[in-house]
């Protein structure tokens, strides 16, 4: 017969007994009387911490799920870290949610919890994006933010991602030391729940109204617009919060035949038209493509419910809609902004990209050719935020962004952007569409000019306590036994970021790599392929990301070679055991 390991009954005595409400004490009675154990031991198995995304769980009660008190604590942490980070001073924070179940709850909580402590709350009254959060710390002069979402996960999720002054994701050694602050307190009475109403400001329309003025400004190619106005953009929030800002957005761009998805501009955390709320299934997009072959569009959009990633659809030379994955609209967002900063002469050489080392190399390609420096950073956007603001002043950044369909132009703020790239999306449209192409062909040019990049994605789930053990194995048995031959080509580098080693498996020397230790681990083939592992720091997944590419002599061949490297990369994925 199974039982409880008894650290966690501990765990879940310690609830029963605490000074929770009756509620939640009910629900985690009925769990053990159900002898539910599985459920309780991933409710209380661990105390959820900051990964890639910050905190993000499943709703409902227990250390490891979130819920009022595990939402609770961590505010009550990072207040004590920011009172203690910053003695004296008038300590100020923004606080927004997005369109899921329960966010405004968990907002009302975080913003309690604040106030309690003698902080002062910019609190939006609505739902907003993400990226106007960040807009928002930056702006307000706030010395954190937070923002409650769980991005594009199911919708038994939410979640909580923790800002800094600058309008980024903490980063080490910030995070670890508000999760220290926040593992300090040993109790939920140490948790001041108790609102001070004075010290709550609400906000709204007003930094709206900044954000898309200041976004406008950005506009690269505004001539191009003028002449494509009538545009057909086909755009969804996905029951989110894009709908807030994404449609005035492209307006104030310039663009006047917007053409929403009205299954699904309502919010409503339920995402009841959709399986999953990501921009990066083909099915979430259904609605939206069935609307784009009704009005013959030029360009599908749609954002998550946070609104800071943005999936697309054009039509391909068959006038077929398809989709882009993330690396392809984030090379065609790069090389349009260079080229079109190049041809207005903006470009100094002091100038500036970021992309994640998962995302295509093909965009470092394209900025070695303009001479344009790229830098690559570890997965997770506020890796990128850090680079920016460590860069402020000294360089300009263009734009930046990651395969997982984030993507950020301007300095505004330090996190994805779906509004403004959105819009980005549209102008880059517009300009193509104004030399006679489409951006399916624009795309392929690129290809033909540097190279035809394939990547692919696969991620496997493993929920769970024992998920977790087996995505630790998986790891481990990578790192100490690396495939000698990837794709039929031998695999002459093993990056290990977790150990910060390079190896050069052909002369079996070392050297160290520049990063913060990661979980990840990259095998580069002698024919330029490169494979990447690493478990998510958001989801109970391990993910592996495959970047193959090969010569495109001309427009002729895409086909063939395009699948030429399907091929190549489902031998790879075979040789890995995935």
């Given at each position: 017969?199974q039982?409880?390991d008894?650290?966690?009954l501990?765990?879940?005595n310690s609830?029963?007994?605490g000074?929770?409400?009756?509620?939640v004490?009910?629900?985690?009675?009925?769990l053990l009387d159900?002898?539910?154990y599985?459920?309780?031991?991933d409710?209380?198995y661990?105390?959820?911490?900051?990964?890639?995304?910050?905190l993000?769980?499943?709703?409902?009660?227990?250390?490891?799920?979130?819920n009022?008190?595990?939402i609770g604590?961590?505010?009550?942490?990072?207040?004590?870290?920011?009172?203690?980070k910053?003695?004296?001073?008038?300590?100020k924070v923004?606080?927004a949610h997005?369109s899921?179940?329960?966010?405004d709850?968990?907002?009302g909580?975080?913003?309690?919890v604040f106030?309690?402590?003698g902080?002062?709350?910019?609190?939006?009254k609505?739902?907003?994006?993400?990226?106007e959060?960040s807009?928002?710390?930056?702006?307000?002069?706030?010395k954190s933010g937070v923002?409650?979402?769980?991005s594009?996960?199911?919708?038994?999720y939410?979640?909580?991602?923790?800002y800094?002054?600058?309008?980024?994701q903490?980063?080490?050694?910030?995070?670890?030391a508000?999760m220290?602050?926040?593992?300090?307190i040993?109790?939920?009475s140490?948790v001041?729940?108790?609102?001070?109403?004075?010290?709550?400001?609400e906000?709204?329309e007003e930094?709206?109204?900044?954000?898309?003025d200041q976004i406008?400004?950005?506009?690269?190619?505004?001539d191009a617009?003028?002449?494509?106005?009538d545009l057909k953009?086909?755009?969804?929030?996905i029951?989110?919060t894009?709908?807030t800002?994404?449609?005035?957005?492209l307006?104030?761009f310039?663009?006047e035949?917007v053409?929403?998805?009205d299954?699904?501009?309502?919010?409503d955390?339920n995402?009841?038209t959709?399986?999953y709320?990501?921009?990066?299934?083909?099915?979430a997009?259904?609605?939206?493509?069935?609307?784009?072959?009704?009005?013959?569009?030029d360009?599908?959009l749609a954002t998550?419910?946070?609104?800071?990633?943005?999936g697309?659809?054009v039509?391909n030379t068959?006038?077929?809609?398809?989709?882009?994955n993330?690396?392809?609209?984030?090379t065609m967002l790069?090389?349009?902004?260079?080229?079109?900063w190049?041809?207005?002469?903006?470009?100094?050489?002091?100038e500036?990209i970021?992309?994640?080392?998962v995302?295509?190399?093909l965009?470092?390609?394209i900025a070695?050719?303009?001479?344009?420096?790229?830098?690559?950073?570890?997965?997770?956007?506020?890796?990128?935020?850090?680079?920016?603001?460590?860069l402020?002043?000294?360089?300009t950044?263009?734009?930046?962004?990651?395969?997982?369909?984030?993507?950020?132009?301007?300095?505004?703020?330090?996190d994805k952007?779906?509004i403004v790239?959105?819009?980005?999306?549209?102008?880059m449209?517009?300009?193509?569409?104004?030399?006679g192409?489409?951006?399916f062909?624009a795309l392929?040019?690129?290809?033909?000019?540097?190279?035809f990049?394939?990547?692919?994605?696969?991620?496997?789930?493993?929920?769970?306590?024992?998920?977790a053990?087996?995505?630790k194995?998986?790891?481990?048995k990578?790192r100490t036994n690396?495939?000698a031959t990837l794709?039929g080509?031998?695999?002459?580098?093993?990056k290990?970021?977790?150990?910060?080693?390079?190896?050069d498996?052909?002369?079996?020397?070392t050297?160290?790599l520049d990063?913060?230790?990661?979980?990840?681990?990259?095998?580069?083939?002698?024919?330029?392929?490169?494979i990447?592992?690493?478990?998510?720091?958001t989801?109970?997944k391990?993910?592996?990301?495959c970047?193959?590419n090969?010569?495109?002599?001309?427009?002729a061949?895409?086909?063939?070679?395009?699948?030429?490297?399907?091929?190549?990369?489902?031998?790879?994925?075979?040789?890995?055991?995935?």
């Amino acid at each position: 017969m199974q039982e409880l390991d008894p650290t966690i009954l501990q765990k879940v005595n310690s609830w029963l007994q605490g000074s929770y409400d009756a509620d939640v004490k009910q629900q985690i009675q009925a769990l053990l009387d159900q002898e539910a154990y599985t459920e309780l031991t991933d409710s209380f198995y661990r105390d959820l911490e900051f990964g890639t995304g910050g905190l993000r769980g499943i709703m409902g009660p227990g250390s490891n799920r979130i819920n009022k008190y595990t939402i609770g604590t961590a505010t009550q942490g990072l207040a004590n870290y920011l009172k203690k980070k910053y003695p004296g001073e008038k300590v100020k924070v923004a606080i927004a949610h997005d369109s899921r179940n329960n966010a405004d709850f968990f907002s009302g909580i975080t913003a309690d919890v604040f106030s309690a402590n003698g902080i002062h709350v910019y609190f939006f009254k609505a739902l907003r994006p993400t990226p106007e959060l960040s807009f928002a710390v930056r702006t307000l002069g706030c010395k954190s933010g937070v923002m409650l979402t769980a991005s594009h996960n199911p919708k038994e999720y939410n979640g909580y991602k923790a800002y800094g002054a600058d309008g980024g994701q903490f980063v080490s050694p910030e995070d670890k030391a508000v999760m220290d602050e926040v593992a300090a307190i040993s109790d939920i009475s140490q948790v001041n729940f108790s609102r001070i109403a004075a010290n709550i400001e609400e906000i709204g329309e007003e930094i709206d109204a900044q954000y898309l003025d200041q976004i406008t400004l950005l506009s690269v190619s505004p001539d191009a617009i003028k002449r494509q106005k009538d545009l057909k953009i086909v755009y969804s929030p996905i029951h989110g919060t894009g709908i807030t800002l994404t449609p005035q957005a492209l307006k104030r761009f310039g663009f006047e035949n917007v053409i929403l998805v009205d299954e699904q501009t309502t919010p409503d955390g339920n995402f009841p038209t959709v399986v999953y709320p990501n921009p990066e299934e083909k099915e979430a997009l259904t609605l939206a493509l069935k609307k784009a072959q009704e009005v013959d569009a030029d360009l599908v959009l749609a954002t998550d419910p946070d609104a800071d990633r943005v999936g697309i659809a054009v039509k391909n030379t068959d006038g077929e809609f398809i989709l882009f994955n993330g690396n392809q609209t984030g090379t065609m967002l790069i090389n349009y902004l260079l080229t079109a900063w190049e041809e207005k002469g903006k470009l100094t050489g002091n100038e500036y990209i970021v992309k994640t080392i998962v995302t295509t190399y093909l965009i470092d390609a394209i900025a070695a050719a303009k001479n344009v420096t790229c830098y690559n950073t570890l997965t997770g956007f506020k890796y990128i935020g850090e680079l920016m603001s460590s860069l402020q002043g000294k360089k300009t950044f263009i734009g930046g962004g990651e395969e997982s369909y984030g993507y950020l132009i301007g300095e505004l703020v330090r996190d994805k952007d779906a509004i403004v790239s959105s819009a980005f999306i549209a102008e880059m449209t517009a300009y193509y569409k104004d030399k006679g192409s489409s951006l399916f062909e624009a795309l392929i040019d690129t290809y033909v000019q540097y190279g035809f990049y394939k990547e692919k994605l696969i991620s496997l789930t493993k929920k769970g306590k024992t998920g977790a053990e087996e995505i630790k194995e998986m790891m481990e048995k990578y790192r100490t036994n690396p495939p000698a031959t990837l794709g039929g080509s031998k695999v002459i580098t093993l990056k290990d970021y977790e150990k910060g080693i390079e190896t050069d498996l052909t002369t079996n020397t070392t050297k160290k790599l520049d990063f913060p230790a990661s979980d990840v681990l990259q095998f580069i083939t002698a024919d330029g392929s490169i494979i990447s592992a690493r478990p998510s720091g958001t989801e109970p997944k391990i993910k592996f990301y495959c970047s193959v590419n090969e010569p495109l002599a001309s427009k002729a061949d895409y086909k063939k070679v395009d699948a030429q490297l399907d091929a190549k990369v489902a031998t790879i994925m075979t040789d890995l055991g995935v």
